[in-house]
């Protein structure tokens, strides 16, 4: 039916670790385990969120709230078919909202130094690299540490609000 179709990005729900699970598999040479990532749903649900295409899982973005109070962006994922069609763009406006709604300024994540396309998606949100973290991952691949600061970028308020009170009383 036509009226399900249409992207929607929401909270990712327990219901949706297995095509979680499974885009991360077709998309990193190292996965995240369904433990790994149902660990990360349970304790930071609100910044765990799915993008849907036609009520299927297309893609997803994880990030936690680091000791450092930065946004830490631990994972996105695009299913190989759906990608180039500004889901992953998506995706991290929708949990960088998220965060800025809950006072965070700062956003990190790490990306292999190989990974060009994702390089050049990041780049373009307004992230920079501000290190090499030599050997980072198990084959011996360098990462760069991205780093974004909204608020150099004039991107958030001076104060900061939250839309998830319910001010009716």
Known sequence: MSSKCGVVVRRARNEDLRRIVEIEGRS????????????LLNLYPEYFLVCEYCGDVVGYVVAVVDRDSSGHIVSI???PNYRGLGIGKLLMNAVESRLRDDGIIKFKLEVAVSNYVAINMYKSLGYEVVKVLKNY???GEDAYLMVKNTSANG??????YRTSYNTLT
């Open 137 to 139: 991952y198990p084959d």
């Open 28 to 39: 990193f040479r190292y996965p995240y385990s369904i433990l790994v990532l149902t660990t």
């Open 77 to 79: 994922a695009v299913d």
């Open 155 to 160: 991107l958030r308020p001076e104060k900061p």
